[in-house]
């Protein structure tokens, strides 16, 4: 599941069939490469975007059926056309991946959502296409799950972007809840920290038990693949209200007792459970007191 940067991706799932594995790297590939551009490495601005820039190129050329040299897309380009992929989410990758070395701050909740519509939707995109499985209603299931696991990456990594000079926490919701950047230096002596961590953990966790009836929509190892990340995501929440909201010094981590849980919640999941889950969380809590 994509709640640590790429690490996580489904490269080699013991749940999905051999003959996807290959387009999954290529997937993979050029999303964590680009992603490295952006983030890793003492280039400048200028430069990453520059090479982000030459990815895009090599992207046009592939839509344009032009010959490619560079190996990582000559793969590209074959699982592209062998699986007829939207080209649209690589574009939308690229374009957050350049937005993060241009932003570094959002004002609004729909600010964040619409990073998260390029950053990480797209990869759900590309998965339910690789099934053929991209219709209305899987792609609105899919993009929830998406973006909501990558705001439990920005909660749980709210100290290592703050290291980059990045907040993703909305300034909106600092403003609410009195929180200054300057706090995020020593968050557990500002009292109304909690208060803000709570929220945005609990919508998240809302927008995810949103998407969550996609996992058992889908049949086969697709579908229980969803089930393992939704619970996946579900319990990073969990460890994050576990060490109270203090991701700087406890940034929570999946330990094998969490995948064992996160393994029987799986296989518990139900229509029951997951829509008596989503009544419990309605997708747009009340803002807490505070």
Not at 5 to 30: C, D, G, K, Q, T
Not at 124 to 132: E, W
Not at 147 to 168: G, H, W
Request: proline share 7%.
């Amino acid at each position: 599941m994509p709640v640590d940067h790429y690490e996580n991706f489904p490269v080699a799932s013991v749940l999905m069939p051999r003959r996807l594995v290959p387009a999954v790297e290529a997937i993979y590939a050029f999303a964590r490469s680009a992603d490295d551009l952006a983030d890793e490495g003492d280039a400048t601005p200028a430069e990453r975007l520059a090479a982000l820039q030459s990815y895009e190129s090599a992207l046009d050329r592939i839509a344009a059926h032009e010959p490619e040299t560079d190996p990582m897309f000559v793969r590209l380009a074959a699982t592209i056309a062998k699986f007829e992929l939207p080209m649209q989410p690589f574009y939308d990758l690229l374009s957050a991946f350049k937005q993060d070395v241009r932003t570094t701050r959002y004002a609004t909740h729909v600010d964040v959502l619409d990073y998260c519509a390029r950053s990480a939707n797209p990869v759900g995109l590309l998965m339910l296409s690789l099934y053929k499985a991209a219709d209305e209603a899987n792609v609105r299931d899919s993009n929830a799950i998406c973006s909501a696991l990558q705001l439990i990456n920005f909660l749980q990594d709210v100290a290592i972007d703050r290291q980059k000079e990045r907040i993703y926490l909305p300034m909106e919701d600092l403003n609410r809840f009195a929180v200054s950047p300057a706090a995020f230096e020593r968050p557990e002596a500002h009292g109304k920290w909690s208060a803000l961590m709570r929220f945005e953990v609990a919508r998240t966790r809302a927008l995810m038990l949103s998407g969550a009836p996609l996992a058992l929509r889908l049949r086969g190892r697709i579908g229980w693949e969803l089930r393992l990340v939704v619970q996946g995501g579900l319990r990073i929440l969990e460890m994050i209200e576990a060490v109270n909201y203090d991701v700087f010094r406890r940034r929570p981590k999946l330990s094998r007792r969490d995948w064992l849980i996160i393994l029987w919640r799986a296989l518990r999941m139900s229509r029951k459970s997951v829509a008596a889950a989503a009544q419990e969380n309605p997708l747009f809590p009340p803002s807490p007191t505070h």
